[in-house]
């Protein structure tokens, strides 16, 4: 399989071969092409090639894209199935790691051979318990946490008029708590408030019992309830954690816990979050491939700019060299292939490509092989696309059909438009630049400003 001009990308030559098969399947199933402005496009972008490779060209770097993002979903999805998969918790064939304590206990089905004969078992594995230091450290750490957490959101215990937070488990920890209030029903054992009942402030206390196997301690809490000054808001909520706890309570021996399905007269939905990563993963594949045609086709509309924006600017040394030579006494050919020999040397020693210079290699090769010297400058013209450049082309034209006098002295005077041309083109590159540097210069100056203020309030 022969090598595509114009893929210089390492990946695209590492796939180009599928990509290849992809495209000549749907060639033949689905009648693939399209418009010829864009063919047209992508041969000023790699010069030299016809219309069946630039075609080829564009949908073989379109489809290794492709290939390279499902195959990097498809890699993901597996990672992230194999990573989920079930560990081995077996250690040395004969331990099983025990949870942490304040972890829980588990069962694990186990394969046991004895003598020949198997079966499958469930194996309960309890939790490790917590040694006498450790449990000590641990109830202080409960204790604690309570003291900071009871109150919820009320500001102080002076002043408590919301829910307060009756903790039911103490984080990181295998200390278990339960709460004593014997308020007078003024504080309910989920940590709501029945404040409708009171009208003035009520110093009560509530007991937090903390237990650990058949250890206990406990810790009394006393703070001042204010009378009810809720919101409607905080009347619905109230409502709906009444109605919670009820059905709770009601459904405690059933196998489901129902929930409220109204609270206050309104209408209470719930749902709970869920997390897909497979399903984002697809989705982000499907949406990068639907990207990359308008990614593709952007930047090849970006290069067609970049591409007349050089042409452009070549355009003024172009002329003036040409003259030059003309001047030293070569022909149009002659001067031609001089320029174009000479960029081919740059290039084997490490120049930059230029497309003006490359249409000028292209047009020595078809003079090389046969082609008629004035049909090579028409096309040369016709396929730069700017109308200097045709005009350029027309003179030498003209000249092979009606001689070279005058010509030098055309080209002179082409020379001396040229210059007012290059003096244009560095305006305008001298303000494009202006303009990329505004962003910096903004940033610096932020960065200034707030050195400034900062050192200022440093002072104060």
């Not at 090769?365 to 008629?372: A, I, K, L, P, T």
């Not at 200097?388 to 059909?401: A, E, G, I, R």
Request: contains cysteine; hydrophobic residues 40%.
């Amino acid at each position: 399989m022969g090598k595509l001009p114009g893929v210089d990308n390492i990946f695209i030559k590492r796939i180009y071969p599928a990509a290849i098969s992809i495209y000549n399947f749907l060639k033949i199933k689905l009648h693939l092409s399209f418009n010829s402005s864009k063919i047209e496009n992508i041969k000023k972008i790699n010069t030299g090639l016809d219309n069946a490779s630039a075609e080829k060209l564009y949908f073989c770097k379109l489809f290794s894209k492709i290939i390279v993002v499902v195959v990097c979903t498809i890699l993901i999805i597996i990672a992230i199935t194999v990573t989920s998969g079930e560990e081995n918790i077996l250690e040395k064939g004969y331990f099983i790691e025990r949870d942490k304590p304040e972890g829980s206990s588990k069962e694990e089905k186990l394969g046991v051979s004895i003598d020949g004969e198997e079966q499958e078992m469930m194996i309960g594995i309890p939790a490790r318990k917590y040694n006498d230091k450790e449990l000590e450290v641990k109830f202080k750490e409960a204790m604690e946490y309570t003291r900071k957490n009871y109150l919820g959101g009320n500001p102080s215990s002076e002043s408590v008029s919301k829910s307060l937070n009756l903790v039911s488990y103490i984080p990181d920890s295998a200390i278990s708590i339960s709460w004593e209030c014997d308020t007078g029903n003024i504080v309910n054992n989920d940590g709501t408030l029945e404040r409708s009942q009171i009208t003035e402030p009520v110093v009560v206390q509530i007991i937090a019992v903390f237990s650990y196997y058949d250890t206990e301690k406990t810790m009394p809490l006393e703070f001042t309830v204010l009378p009810v000054d809720k919101s409607s808001k905080e009347i619905l909520w109230d409502k709906w954690n009444e109605m919670f706890s009820e059905l709770s309570e009601l459904s405690g021996s059933k196998e489901f816990l129902q929930l409220p399905a109204e609270a206050g007269g309104k209408k209470v939905s719930y749902k709970v979050p869920q997390k897909n990563y497979i399903l984002l993963v697809i989705l982000l594949g499907v949406i990068i491939i639907a990207l990359i045609p308008v990614v593709t086709n952007s930047r090849l509309n970006e290069n067609i700019k970049q591409r007349e924006q050089e042409l452009r600017i070549d355009y003024p040394g172009f002329v003036e060299k040409f003259v030059l030579l003309i001047s030293a006494g070569l022909n149009c050919k002659g001067a031609w292939y001089r320029m174009a020999d000479e960029y081919k040397r740059r290039l084997q020693d490490g120049g930059k490509k230029r497309y003006l210079y490359e249409e000028m290699l292209l047009t020595k090769r078809q003079m090389e092989s046969g082609m008629n010297e004035a049909k090579a400058y028409e096309l040369f013209g016709r396929r730069t696309g700017l109308l200097k450049y045709m005009k350029f082309s027309t003179l030498l034209v003209q000249n092979l059909k009606k001689g070279s006098d005058g010509l030098l002295r055309i080209l002179e005077y082409e020379a001396v438009d040229v210059l007012k041309e290059r003096r244009e083109n560095a305006r305008i590159l001298g303000e494009q630049a202006g303009t990329k540097l505004l962003m910096p210069m903004v940033i610096m100056m932020a960065e200034v400003f707030a050195i400034i203020i900062y050192a200022a309030f440093q002072n104060m």
